[in-house]
């Protein structure tokens, strides 16, 4: 350890403002020295990485690693995969963080190393997806797709992904990264959408609801993280129509379900409903699963993917084991609909989403409802 890097160790807890340890790692970061945010990360960790808690810590490692990661570079790409692989640092939420880091700012030949040299095989296949995310053919490119391949992995949740991008997950919105922040769009509510309007004194068939709390979790998954890490509430619920039920009456349909998340609406509140392509609720469904809502990160792109195809399996009926191309043929069999209303069940700030998915047949009817606030 460097005379320079045991006085910053040595002084971080007393510091009021930490922007002076950025600059001097970005000070000679810019003379060429990536080792040196490399070796000043794994020193404070040894230090202080069982306190996670102190925010000096926590802001100042933050930097480097985004630093080392969204600096295009393969020396760069090297770095940061030491700092993050030392012993004192590895977790698995940081190797999520740290894979989108790198997918969004790397060639994917720079990231080699990462399947070649000292990384997780949680890291490895975070990697992997994030760089599907973005359009790389993984399977083409050397020193990935070696590793990628391999049915090693297969037992691995993300092994169930497909290496290749469906059409219906083709519109990804990934987050932008930069060693100050990072920014994201927020796809919620309608777009390439048909509008339906509740018709007057249309008639809904009977309706049973078979909500069943495993199916229910299921349908939640991309959203989940709302509830359990920021201050949002869900609904997810499953009903059987006693007969087909004719697209265009849809809106009806929704008003007569008794959910908790329109009432009132179709009285003084109007209910807005909206036949829309399943690519736009894969992405809508992405987006709260890999960005998350108004206090956390969400689980970032690989699984970010995962749950969203949990998601839309579950809405669309899908058996459990099938395999992810037989989830993509059901959920295109289904007519998608998203939808909102002004309701006092719906926080109305930013995350509010509302999916219903009419099984071919028409005989079945799924709901997925979320809100999140600050």
Same mark, same amino acid.
């Given at each position: 350890m460097t005379e320079q890097i045991q006085k910053i160790v040595?002084?971080?807890?007393?510091?009021? @403002?930490?922007?002076?340890?950025?600059?001097?790692?970005?000070?000679?970061?810019?003379?060429?020295?990536?080792?040196?945010?490399?070796? +000043?990360?794994?020193a404070l960790a040894r230090m202080y990485g069982s306190s996670g808690q102190m925010w000096q810590y926590r802001s100042v490692f933050d930097h480097l690693l985004r630093l080392l990661a969204t600096t295009p570079g393969p020396d760069n790409a090297v770095q940061a995969l030491r700092l993050v692989c030392s012993a004192e640092i590895a977790s698995r939420n940081l190797d999520r963080y740290?894979?989108? +880091?790198?997918?969004?700012?790397?060639?994917?030949?720079?990231?080699?190393?990462?399947?070649?040299?000292?990384?997780?095989e949680e890291l490895r296949?975070? +990697?992997?997806?994030?760089?599907?995310?973005?359009?790389?053919?993984?399977e083409a490119t050397p020193g990935i797709a070696e590793w990628a391949t391999l049915p090693h992995?297969?037992?691995?949740? #993300?092994?169930?992904?497909?290496?290749? #991008?469906?059409?219906?997950?083709?519109?990804?919105?990934?987050?932008?990264?930069?060693?100050?922040?990072?920014?994201?769009?927020?796809p919620y509510g309608p777009s390439e959408s048909r509008e339906l309007t509740v018709i007057a004194n249309a008639r809904v068939p009977s309706v049973e609801e078979t909500t069943a709390q495993?199916?229910?979790?299921?349908?939640?998954?991309?959203?989940?993280?709302?509830?359990?890490?920021?201050?949002?509430?869900?609904?997810?619920?499953?009903?059987?129509?006693?007969?087909? #039920? @004719?697209?265009g009456s849809v809106p009806n349909a929704l008003l007569a379900l008794g959910l908790e998340c329109l009432r009132g609406a179709g009285k003084k509140t109007d209910l807005s409903v909206? %036949?829309?392509?399943?690519?736009?609720?894969?992405?809508?469904?992405?987006?709260a699963a890999s960005t998350g809502g108004a206090y956390n990160s969400g689980s970032y792109g690989a699984y970010g993917r995962l749950a969203a195809w949990q998601s839309m399996?579950?809405?669309?009926?899908?058996?459990?084991?099938?395999?992810?191309?037989?989830?993509? %043929?059901?959920?295109?069999?289904?007519?998608?609909?998203?939808?909102?209303?002004?309701?006092?069940?719906?926080?109305?700030?930013?995350?509010?989403?509302?999916?219903?998915?009419?099984a071919p047949g028409h005989r079945h009817l799924a709901v997925l409802a979320a809100t999140d606030t600050d």
């Open positions: 040595t002084e971080l807890p007393n510091l009021k @403002d930490v922007t002076g340890v950025w600059a001097v790692a970005d000070d000679r970061f810019a003379q060429g020295d990536a080792a040196f945010p490399a070796d +000043l990360g794994i740290t894979a989108s +880091l790198l997918a969004s700012s790397h060639e994917a030949t720079d990231l080699t190393a990462a399947f070649t040299g000292q990384a997780s296949a975070c +990697l992997v997806h994030e760089l599907v995310l973005r359009g790389v053919v993984v992995w297969s037992h691995h949740p #993300l092994g169930w992904l497909p290496l290749t #991008l469906s059409d219906v997950e083709g519109c990804a919105e990934l987050p932008s990264y930069g060693t100050r922040g990072s920014s994201h769009s927020m495993v199916t229910a979790t299921a349908m939640a998954k991309a959203v989940a993280n709302w509830a359990e890490e920021s201050n949002g509430r869900i609904e997810a619920r499953l009903f059987d129509l006693a007969e087909p #039920l @004719d697209v909206a %036949a829309c392509p399943p690519a736009q609720v894969w992405r809508v469904l992405f987006a399996a579950a809405l669309a009926g899908s058996p459990k084991g099938i395999t992810a191309s037989e989830v993509e %043929a059901r959920v295109r069999d289904c007519t998608w609909h998203v939808f909102g209303a002004d309701t006092k069940w719906f926080e109305q700030v930013a995350w509010d989403i509302g999916l219903a998915a009419l």
